[in-house]
Nanobody, 123 residues
């Protein structure tokens, strides 16, 4: 089991940037793949990005390619999502998650979830 806590969300104008962090506790994070998902009001939980434990495998949802960058620092037990050129449609609660089963676009493959951090993109 991995306890995850997201931070770094907030209110930004379109075109702005935010960097989200996902701090993990315990000793299992380094061997776990990590994913980022988001949920807008009244909608389901959608895939954003995922990264394998080593960083060798990375997936992005099409709408965030070339704008978002997922990374991790296993020495700090922390994952990151750098978000650039933010758009209003990026507004959502962002969740990080961890799994032993490898990086995946499917939220059902993830075992541990953070509480989420709100990202609002508005002028």
């Amino acid at each position: 089991q991995v306890h995850l806590v997201e931070s770094g969300g907030g209110l930004v104008q379109p075109g702005g940037s935010l960097k989200l962090s996902c701090a993990a506790s315990g000793r299992t994070f380094s061997s776990a793949a990590m994913g980022w998902f988001r949920q807008a009001p009244g909608k389901g939980r959608d895939f954003v990005a995922a990264i394998s434990w080593s960083g060798g495998t990375i997936y992005y949802e099409d709408s965030v390619k070339a704008r978002f960058t997922i990374s991790r620092d296993n020495g700090k037990n922390t994952g990151y999502l750098q978000m650039n050129n933010l758009k209003p449609e990026d507004t959502a609660v962002y969740y990080c998650a961890a799994t032993r089963y490898g990086a995946s676009r499917d939220y059902q493959r993830y075992e541990d979830w953070g509480q989420g951090t709100q990202v609002t993109v508005s002028s």
